[in-house]
């Protein structure tokens, strides 16, 4: 059974860094893209970055250049580095997996932007 589990929200003023983390079980981990999605309240759940097994990346252009996605095989782990936060980025974040039409999900954290 898949187990993502994601770390790391909590409240930050524009400007500020955070980094989640999500720790995966019970998958092959290596193999899986992995990646992080968000959703604002009222909003769908948006795409925010992806790292595949080969470690190649792809971003939102909305956070090109100020988020950072990052997976550590050896841990079962994939990180997303957060710098300068805007308020629009505030939303529940969310950690995926991927191998084919194998997809799971964490149950989420919050991630508040403001002043």
């Known amino acids: 059974q898949v187990q993502l589990v994601e770390s790391g929200g909590g409240s930050v003023q524009p400007g500020g860094s955070l980094k989640l983390s999500c720790a995966a079980a019970g998958i092959n981990f290596s193999r899986y893209i992995m990646g992080w999605y968000r959703q604002a309240p009222g909003k769908q759940r948006e795409l925010v970055a992806t790292i595949n097994s080969g470690g190649s990346t792809m971003y939102a252009d909305s956070v090109k250049g100020r988020f950072t996605i990052s997976r550590d095989n050896a841990k079962n782990m994939v990180y997303l580095q957060m710098n300068s936060l805007k308020p629009e980025d505030t939303a529940v974040y969310y950690c995926?997996?991927?191998?084919?039409?194998?997809?799971?999900w964490g149950q989420g954290t919050q991630v508040t932007v403001s002043s």
């Open positions: 995926r997996s991927q191998l084919l039409l194998n997809i799971a």
